[in-house]
């Protein structure tokens, strides 16, 4: 019985830990949820869409260009 235990306490510590890291894995899904309070439809799924792509293309843009305009120092 204490080896079935063992073996499935790590997987809830691993979805506690990914559900603590939400806003960052998926940040979009953490301001929908804010901005619409939780609610479910295609207008959420756009919202989260959008939003997440924007902000990893800004994140991406932003560490693109700092790498490059350290190169060029």
Known sequence: ???IFLT?????????FIESLKPILAPGTYLSELILGGSSGLLYFIITIVANGLIYTSAFFILFLARKKNKNS
């Open 8 to 16: 499935i306490a790590p997987l809830g510590l691993a979805i506690s």
């Open 1 to 3: 019985m204490g080896i």
